[in-house]
């Protein structure tokens, strides 16, 4: 079975969809997807279609459901005559829930992880050129939003945002990567959309402080320090991080021939001349996001 989440849903067996088109089926199937080879309690379903306080005919609705899913993966599996599994095979009514089972199919998610995996790996030993391939190839396999298409309840949503929060600590990895590779001019577009997209995100704004004083625009980049703390100080009563302002600081203090001492978001001294800072207060750096 081959399943693509990051994104719209997708859901093929032999080749053939069985991503239903009705919302609440579609719910079920991305659950299950998502907790594939795992049993998934026909509470956590109930709760993602219906809430706290599911109707009475929840538990018949949903064997409808199921079986609805059933026949979309018979009819996948009746295009291989030489197959002897059943949709019951694939499907699994276990005691207390169902189980989908994946089989040797691809998931777009397993091999996120896997890249970002070796992304992550290739940032801790300074390796930045494969970190940067790495981390890009992962980020190339989002095409939205996950689940962009499927209607989320309590728990797909939880399951949405721990995706989203893996792209972007991917993302800023990849980011910290091109910095240390001195592609500063290349990221400031991209840059300017990710501080825009995420206001308060102390990491990114760290990083666009740093291509732009790279490239020549140091007032730009104390502007984009004041333009955080501001949005900080408005919303949350919260002044910038430590490492944050260190490196506001750097850039402050700066000769013109020189490079700001970049602040790490750890404990760690500030870096030399030259090289990117770590990301700073909330992102993914100091390894706190690390995956694979």
Do not use: N
């Not at 949005?231 to 020189?258: H, N």
């Not at 602040?263 to 750096?285: D, Q």
């Amino acid at each position: 079975m081959d399943t693509d989440i990051l994104g719209t849903l997708a859901v093929r067996e032999k080749g053939i969809s069985i991503t239903p088109t009705a919302p609440k089926p579609r719910q079920v199937l991305a659950l299950l997807v998502l907790h594939a080879d795992q049993m998934v309690p026909v509470g956590m379903l109930s709760e993602e279609l219906w809430g706290a306080r599911p109707p009475r005919s929840a538990r018949p609705t949903l064997q409808t459901y199921i079986l609805q899913l059933r026949e979309l993966i018979t009819a996948a599996l009746e295009k291989d005559p030489g197959g002897h599994r059943t949709a019951k095979d694939v499907l699994l009514t276990v005691p207390g829930g169902y189980l989908l089972k994946s089989g040797e199919g691809s998931s777009d998610v397993r091999e996120f992880e896997r890249l970002a995996g070796l992304g992550y790996r290739a940032m801790d030993t300074a390796d930045f050129p494969e970190a940067a391939r790495h981390l890009r190839a992962a980020l190339a396999l989002w095409s939205g939003p996950p689940l962009a298409d499927v209607q989320a309840g309590p728990h797909l949503a939880t399951q949405v945002k721990r995706l989203e929060e893996s792209r972007l600590c991917a993302l800023d990895q990849r980011i910290e990567a091109d910095l240390r590779l001195g592609r500063h001019r290349e990221l400031l577009a991209e840059l300017t959309v990710l501080v825009s997209r995420y206001p308060t995100h102390e990491s990114l704004c760290g990083q666009y402080m740093l291509a732009l004083y790279r490239s020549g625009r140091r007032g730009e980049a104390l502007d984009a320090y004041q333009r955080l703390r501001a949005t900080l100080v408005r919303g949350l009563g919260l002044e910038p991080s430590a490492a944050l302002g260190k490196l506001q600081r750097s850039i402050l203090m700066a000769r013109p021939d020189g490079s700001p001492a970049a602040a790490a978001a750890t404990t760690a001294p500030a870096a030399g001349p030259g090289t990117s800072p770590g990301a700073a207060g909330s992102g993914c750096g100091g390894g706190r996001c690390r995956g694979g």
